[in-house]
């Protein structure tokens, strides 16, 4: 087995140095790499490892189930109420007023975006 030697620079690197784009025509070419470095305390120096995945590794492999259909379907209606609400005009004024007033609030929403989707989830119930 090869042994991976980091530079300095990159020595506790941890996760993918490359992905494979899914989208694309040629995402059955490519390769992902991934690093991994553990952190634990051990007296084996080599706590670095490199792997080279293709495609079938960011494959799912079983079938959507009936409940992650409900969420999916769920998170892309309220997706679609965010867009929608932060391009309209006449209620931008209520939402930034309503925002700052519950932004320092202990479990306050920090960020228009995170108010939004805690809004809309709500009327859409």
């Not at 530079?7 to 784009?21: E, L, M, P, Y």
């Not at 490892?49 to 799912?60: K, P």
């Not at 892309?76 to 867009?83: D, F, G, K, N």
Request: positive net charge; contains cysteine.
């Amino acid at each position: 087995m090869a042994k991976v030697e980091y530079a300095d620079v990159v020595k506790t690197a941890s996760g993918a140095f490359t992905k494979i784009n899914k989208k694309s025509q040629h995402a059955a070419d490519q390769k992902m790499i991934l690093a991994t470095h553990r952190v634990a305390p051990t007296n084996d120096p080599h706590c670095n490892r490199m792997y080279i995945r293709g495609l079938s590794a960011v494959t799912r492999s079983t079938p959507v189930t009936a409940d992650e259909q409900v969420v999916r379907t769920r998170f892309a209606q309220v997706a679609r109420a965010v867009a929608q609400r932060r391009n309209d005009l006449t209620k931008i004024p209520t939402d930034l007023a309503n925002f700052n007033a519950q932004k320092d609030l202990p479990n306050g929403k920090k960020t228009m975006r995170s108010y939004l989707w805690m809004v809309c989830d709500a009327e859409l119930g």
